[in-house]
């Protein structure tokens, strides 16, 4: 068997990875994503895992209607944690010791966020759900994401979406669009494109902490991301330059 490209990974779930037509947290859509973990864990790669609530809760919506930011913010907190226990029972479930830590303090149900434990788990070959965000209001959990991934040392963000990559437009809209197989960070905020928060993306650019973007829904594409095949889009330093790396949608 070949030898996998990351040794530790932080993968970025969206809260519609938790979705499904069973309900906000479909239980078959969650097993089936913590089966695709439990292959990248079976191959020896520490992975963490940061999830977000969108699921369960749209705070802008509700910031349109008049809700104070704050407010909205600290309540998609809480559905991230929700997610978050939903993803931990899945992956328990098919033998796959985890861990949930949560930046804000809900010692009932979850530990509390400590890098050093967090990093003691990885070592110890548990998978660790890091919800409630970085604990604070107006940071996404792209934000958080980029942050966990370089206090526990991750060698790369895996951005799972319901695209197979970055696009120049939305491929769903726009039928020209095409997928960029290479990305700088400069040129992704240059380009305005929407990969991840300019917090999000200026932290990975500080840090050389490379991201890739890929489809979720297809399965086995987490491994694949992680033994090193080309799939998806990498962002990352001393990307090929723009022209020639668009390739059309499929």
């Keep these: 068997m070949s030898k996998p490209a990351y040794e530790r990974v932080l993968l970025k779930l969206s ?28 191959d020896g790669v520490t992975t963490a895992v940061v999830v977000g609530g969108g699921n369960i809760w749209r705070g802008k919506i509700h910031e349109d209607a008049g809700m104070d930011r704050a407010t909205a913010d600290y309540m998609g907190m809480l559905a991230t944690v929700i997610n978050a226990l939903a993803l931990q029972d899945s992956l328990e479930r098919i033998g796959v010791p985890s861990r949930v830590q949560t930046a804000i303090a809900m010692n009932a149900i979850a530990e509390p966020y400590i890098r050093r434990r967090a990093i003691r788990h990885l070592e110890k070959g548990r998978v660790v759900i890091f919800a409630a965000g970085t604990g604070n209001p107006y940071f996404t959990t792209d934000t958080t994401a980029a942050l966990r991934a370089v206090e526990v040392g991750a060698q790369a963000i895996l951005k799972a979406t319901k695209v197979d990559g970055i696009y120049s437009a939305d491929p769903f809209k726009d039928p020209s669009a095409t997928r960029f197989t290479q990305l700088d960070y400069l040129r992704v905020l240059e380009l305005g494109l929407e990969v991840m928060d300019s917090t ?42 723009l022209h020639g790396e668009g390739v059309g949608h499929a």
Excluded: K, Y
Aim: charged share 15%; net charge negative.
């Design 200 to 241: 999000a993306l200026t932290l990975c650019m500080d840090n050389a902490l490379p991201i890739v973007v890929f489809d979720m829904n297809v399965p086995g594409n987490i491994r694949r991301v992680v033994m090193g095949e080309p799939i998806g889009t990498t962002v990352g330093r001393s990307a090929a330059p």
């Design 15 to 42: 809260g519609e990875a938790f979705a499904g037509p069973g309900g906000s947290v479909d239980v078959d859509t969650t097993t089936t994503m913590a089966r695709e973990i439990a292959q990248v864990h079976a």
